[in-house]
């Protein structure tokens, strides 16, 4: 498995199936300009879509304390920014199965661990920059889909277990996909949705999350924070004391307040638990 291949075989994935790319063109002159009514008509016109994003919403890391019944419901209590991150999420998903035990959680701890990205990157920056986490927040619940590129092609090998041990064991995630491919699964990520022609600036974004890049001191600002994001929740450190710690470093080389940060992760932490606690009961 070498980076030349990997990248020949996300060229070879085809198009995303013809709803999503038709709600990337709704958004295409920003979220702030969309026609809401035809948003929810596309969307309701993929019962599929609308199905796994009504599905999405009512999951209980959301923690809506009603059932939300209907799209256009979803779109005003959820926002445009959000609805889309979960429509790309949905198309992602469809497009790339496979089994995330190399990296010692299951497919439904992997979902959980996108969700909480997202979910994080909301609480804590909307009360720093509202528009900022609005339009990071659906980057975060999909930022992890290049470890879902690498799954498939380590599983399809055979080193699997080679793999899965090394990512347990290694000091430095980051650096063991580098050892391994000469990149990232963030910048695998990045590919992936150049690839798909998706939101050129977060292409931009997760090529600059590892790798030094000349950036804007805004595309900067967005770098860093979905770098606190992923150091805080991650498949090896779920919003552990350590991984907030981590990520309280950075925010305080931000500029911003650690403090709070590490409050809403806290407060993140502890729903999760809950919800983890009820998923036992049930079983």
Not at 79 to 90: A, P
Not at 112 to 133: F, G
Not at 239 to 244: G, M
Not at 260 to 271: C, G, N, P, S, T
Request: contains cysteine; aromatic residues 10%.
């Amino acid at each position: 498995m070498t980076f030349k291949h990997v990248i020949s075989n996300i060229e070879s994935l085809p198009p995303l199936s013809n709803t999503p790319f038709i709600i990337r063109q709704i958004y295409s002159c920003g979220s702030q300009n969309i026609d809401i009514i035809r948003l929810v008509k596309v969307i309701e016109d993929d019962a599929a879509l609308a199905a796994n994003i009504l599905k999405m919403i009512n999951a209980p890391i959301y923690g809506f304390s009603r059932k939300i019944a209907s799209i256009a419901q979803a779109v005003t209590l959820f926002g445009t920014d959000e609805i889309y991150g979960l429509v790309l999420k949905y198309a992602v998903d469809k497009e790339l199965k496979t089994d995330t035990e190399i990296y010692g959680v299951d497919n439904k701890r992997f979902n959980d661990i996108c969700q909480l990205q997202s979910t994080l990157m909301m609480q804590w920056y909307s009360r720093v920059d509202l528009r900022h986490a609005q339009f990071m927040s659906p980057l975060a619940l999909i930022m992890e889909t290049g470890k879902l590129v690498l799954a498939n092609e380590v599983l399809k090998s055979h080193y699997a277990k080679k793999f899965e041990i090394g990512y347990r064991n290694a000091k430095n995630v980051i650096e063991y996909e580098y050892s391994l491919l000469g990149t990232t699964t963030y910048y695998l990520s990045a590919l992936l949705f150049e690839h798909w022609m998706l939101e050129p600036l977060y292409v931009e974004i997760l090529k600059g999350l590892d790798f030094e890049t000349k950036v804007s001191p805004k595309v900067k600002s967005y770098i860093d924070s979905l770098d606190v994001i992923r150091t805080a929740v991650n498949p090896r450190n779920v919003l552990t004391k350590e991984s907030i710690k981590e990520a309280c470093e950075i925010v305080e080389e931000m500029g911003l307040d650690a403090g709070d940060f590490e409050h809403i992760a806290l407060r993140v932490k502890e729903k999760y638990n809950q919800i983890l606690i009820n998923r036992m009961r049930k079983k």
